[in-house]
C-alpha cells in the first residue's frame, strides 16, 4: 500500500488514531454514562500505581476495574520495516525490554491486585 504521508506528519497521524480510539470509548461512556469514573489519555499513573507502557487510553470503570488501550499505527504494513508484527512486538535494544515486555510488567501489576478489565492493543 503506498502512501502520501510525509515523514514528518507520521507522528501526528499516530496520534489522530489514538484520538480516534479515545473518542469511540468517549463516546461509549455518553451512551452509558455509568459505566466509567473517569479516563486517561497518555496516562503515567493510575488510582492504584504508576504505568510502564499501556497508557495510551487508561480507563477506570464504576467497579473499579481498569481497561488500558495501547494504540499503534503503521503507514504501511505491508512493507517489512513498518509491519506490526510478533517480531515488531519482541523486538528490543541489547539492554532494553520489548513492548510486550514493558506491557505485560502492567498487566501482571494490576491483575495481582484483581483491578484489570482490559488490557488490549489496538492497531
Known sequence: MATDIKHTQLTRVGYTYQDYVC?????EWY????????FKIEASD????SLGGLD???????MGMYEFYQVKFTTDSDDEKNKLDFAWLLKHKPKGTSLIQKWSSDVA???????LSIAALKT
Open 23 to 27: 473518542i469511540a470509548k468517549l463516546l
Open 31 to 38: 451512551k452509558q454514562p455509568s459505566k466509567y469514573q473517569w
Open 46 to 49: 493510575t488510582d492504584d500505581g
Open 56 to 62: 495510551d487510553v487508561v480507563a477506570l470503570d464504576k
Open 109 to 115: 501489576n494490576y491483575t495481582s491486585i484483581s483491578k
